[in-house]
C-alpha cells in the first residue's frame, strides 16, 4: 500500500506503508542512532511525534521482549529508508512491522530521509500528516491544521497514573566468562543503600534500571504529585525524569519544584533540566530540530572533558534567563546550548542528555554515582 508524507510546508513524500493503516499527525523529526529504533519507539519522550530514523535499513532485528523503554509505543508514525524484509537476531519475537501492526503505528519506507533530514535541517522541525488514506493536498491541508509542539502537555498523558515501586529486573546484562568466574548473563545487584522518589513525566525503564544499579531503591510518583506529600515520604532525594512536550506549559509542575528546592538532593534528567531550568526562574526555547541520536559532543565546563551523548530534545534552557545562583556546568560543542545545570547554593544539578543512553553511548553514566555522592554528603 503507498503512503503519503506530506509537511506543513507543503513538501511531500511516496513511499510504501508498512504497519497499521491510517492517518496520524505529529511533529516530524530526525534521529541519527544507528541502532535502538526499539527503545526509540518506545520512547515515552517522542509522544506526539513522526520520527525519522537516519540510518538507512532498520528492522534488521526485529522486536523482542525486553528492549522497550515503556510498556508500549509512543510515537505518532515512523519515516524509514528501507524495512528489512526479514528481521534475524536470537532474541526477537516479532518483525517491526508485525508489531505496528498490533500497536496501530503507521510506518512508512523507500523514503529518501537523508533529502528529509538536510530540508528539516534548513526549515527547522514542523508538523506532519502521514497517511494512506488522503490525497497529497488533504495531507498537506491536514498537517497544516494539527495541533503544534509548542504549548503541549503530553507529560500528563504518559505519567504513572498511581504511585508504584520499581520491582523489575534490573540486573546489567554481561556475557558468561570462565576465566572471571562470571557464570550468567546477569551481574547482581548492590544493596539499595539510598530510597528515592522519581517524578514520571514519561521515564525511559533503562534510568530506572540505572538507577537500581547504583543503589537506589526507586519509588515513582505522577508528575502532578505536590512537593508536600513528596516530603511526607522523606525520601533520600528526588529524581526528575525525561519527558516529552514543551517544558514551559508545565506551569503547574514548575511551582512544586521550587517548593522542594534546598529540601532534598535533586538530579534531573533532560525534562527534567528543563523543568528545573523553569523551577530556578529561568525560561527555555524550542530548537531549530532538536538533538536527536547517539552521538552528540557535550563539554564539561568545569573539567574540560568532552562526552559523546545520547539525547532527545526539541527544547533547550535559556542561559541567559537563569539566575546568578545557577551555572550552566555543560554545553553542546554543535551549537553551544546548555546541556546540564547546577545551583551554587543547594544540592540539585541536572543534564540535557541521557546518561543511561538505551540507545547510545555509556560515556557520561557516572552521574547515577554522582547523585549517590551528593545524597551521601547530604545525610
Not at 206 to 214: C, D, E, G, P
Request: aromatic share 8%.
Amino acid at each position: 500500500m503507498r503512503a503519503i508524507l506530506a509537511l506543513e510546508d507543503g513538501r511531500t513524500f511516496e513511499g510504501d506503508s508498512f504497519g497499521a493503516a491510517g492517518t496520524t499527525t505529529g511533529e516530524i523529526c530526525f534521529n541519527t542512532s544507528m541502532t535502538g529504533y526499539q527503545e526509540v519507539i518506545t520512547d515515552p519522550s517522542y509522544r506526539g511525534q513522526i520520527v525519522t530514523m537516519t540510518y538507512p535499513e532498520i528492522g534488521n532485528y526485529g522486536i523482542n521482549a525486553l528492549d522497550g523503554e515503556s510498556a508500549g509505543p509512543h510515537i505518532r508514525g515512523f519515516v524509514i529508508g528501507q524495512l528489512c524484509p526479514a528481521h534475524s537476531n536470537w532474541r526477537a519475537t516479532k518483525s517491526l512491522a508485525d508489531y505496528f501492526s498490533e500497536h496501530g503505528v503507521l510506518g512508512i519506507e523507500d523514503i529518501d530521509t537523508r533529502s528529509l533530514t538536510k530540508h528539516l535541517r534548513s526549515r527547522g522541525a514542523m508538523r506532519a500528516c502521514l497517511t494512506t488514506d488522503l490525497s497529497v493536498a488533504e495531507a498537506i491541508e491536514t498537517a497544516k491544521n494539527s495541533p503544534s509542539m509548542e504549548g503541549m502537555d503530553y507529560v500528563k498523558e504518559v505519567s504513572t497514573p498511581e504511585s508504584y515501586l520499581w520491582t523489575a529486573e534490573s540486573r546489567d546484562w554481561t556475557i558468561p566468562n570462565a576465566c572471571t568466574g562470571q557464570e550468567s548473563n546477569y551481574l547482581p545487584l548492590p544493596e539499595a543503600r539510598h530510597r528515592i522518589v522519581a517524578f514520571d513525566f514519561g521515564i525511559k525503564y533503562n534510568i530506572l534500571r540505572r538507577l537500581r544499579q547504583a543503589g537506589f531503591e526507586v519509588e515513582l510518583l505522577n508528575a502532578r504529585t505536590s512537593a508536600s506529600d513528596v516530603l511526607k515520604r522523606n525520601p533520600d532525594g528526588i529524581f526528575l525524569s525525561n519527558g516529552p512536550g514543551d517544558p514551559a506549559a508545565l506551569g503547574y509542575i514548575h511551582e512544586e519544584m521550587r517548593q522542594l528546592i534546598g529540601k532534598k538532593p535533586i538530579f534531573g534528567i533532560c525534562l527534567g533540566n528543563q523543568i528545573l531550568g523553569h523551577a530556578f526562574g529561568g525560561k527555555t526555547f524550542k530548537l531549530k530540530f532538536g538533538h536527536r541520536g547517539g552521538n552528540q559532543p557535550v563539554k564539561d565546563l568545569r573539567s574540560g572533558r568532552i562526552s559523546i551523548t545520547s539525547q532527545n530534545h526539541g527544547f533547550a534552557v535559556d542561559a541567559e534567563s537563569l539566575p546568578n545562583n545557577v551555572e550552566v556546568t555543560h554545553i553542546n560543542l554543535n551549537d553551544g546550548t546548555v546541556e546540564g545545570i547546577r545551583h551554587k547554593e543547594h544540592p540539585v544539578f541536572s543534564v540535557q542528555y541521557h546518561p543511561e543512553a538505551a540507545p547510545g553511548p555509556n560515556d557520561a553514566s557516572y552521574f547515577f554515582s554522582e547523585f549517590a555522592d551528593m545524597i551521601d554528603q547530604c545525610k
